[in-house]
T-cell receptor, first 126, second 107 residues
Framework: EVHLTESGGGLVQPGGSRRLSCVAS????????LNWVRQTPGKGLEWVSN????????HYADSVKGRFTVSRDNAKNSLYLQMSNLRVEDTAIYYC???????????????????WGQGTVITVSS | DIQMTQSPSSLSASIGDRVTITCRAS??????LAWYQQKPGKAPKLLIY???TLESGVPSRFSGSGSGTEFTLTISSLLPDDFATYFC?????????FGPGTRVEIE
């Protein structure tokens, strides 16, 4: 059974930094693209970042580009989101979610999010 | 970026009702459209991907259709477990966006 467990949430002051982690189990981690998606009552669900299975390429929403950095450690089955220069509007529940997979050397890009973690809450406030 | 809209934003229905939710994209997304169900305090759950492919384990009363800019999610006969919020999501050239959601409530 697939499990994704996020951690690292908490209260952060505007302009501060925080690193989120997502530990995975139940599947071959290194074969899957991974994503961060966040949710607020006001803005709904918002895709934040995507990273390829090997970690070579990453994509970001315009709202976080230049401030957030996604990375992964396939040896530790772990995904990370380094967030800096945090703003009040970054307050949200942050989910990690699986994306496209690689099978027999053919990789499929993320077009939907199959498995989700339970989320971790980031509150940006002074 | 492609914008997604959903209608209605909420609806009240009874057990056994047929429910249809519409999702529209601001430009064509071919069939790169997924539907999710979310219950309070839980993460979204994938129901349908590529517009009409039912995710493994999802009951067959859920179905999806459409292509291009207009899509529908249909629940053929509403069960108590189906009262939730439903989101659509599109993919286009390294950008993923969600609709605002449709809340399905008990009438």
């Amino acid at each position: 059974e697939v499990h994704l467990t996020e951690s690292g949430g908490g209260l952060v002051q505007p302009g501060g930094s925080r690193r989120l982690s997502c530990v995975a189990s139940g599947f071959t981690f290194s074969n899957f693209e991974l994503n961060w998606v966040r949710q607020t009552p006001g803005k709904g669900l918002e895709w934040v970042s995507n990273i390829t299975a090997s970690g070579t390429f990453a994509h970001y929403a315009d709202s976080v580009k230049g401030r957030f950095t996604v990375s992964r450690d396939n040896a530790k089955n772990s995904l990370y989101l380094q967030m800096s220069n945090l703003r009040v509007e970054d307050t949200a529940i942050y989910y990690c979610a699986t994306g496209g997979d690689c099978k027999t050397g053919v990789c499929h890009h993320t077009t939907f999010f199959r498995h989700w973690g339970q989320g971790t809450v980031i509150t940006v406030s002074s | 970026d492609i914008q997604m809209t959903q209608s209605p934003s909420s609806l009240s229905a009874s057990i056994g009702d047929r429910v249809t939710i519409t999702c529209r994209a601001s430009q064509s997304v071919d069939r790169w459209l997924a539907w999710y169900q979310q219950k309070p305090g839980k993460a979204p759950k994938l129901l349908i991907y590529e517009a009409s492919t039912l995710e493994s384990g999802v009951p067959s009363r859920f179905s999806g259709s459409g292509s291009g800019t207009e899509f529908t999610l249909t629940i053929s006969s509403l069960l108590p477990d189906d009262f939730a919020t439903y989101f659509c999501q599109q993919y286009d050239r390294f950008s993923w966006t969600f609709g605002p959601g449709t809340r399905v409530e008990i009438e």
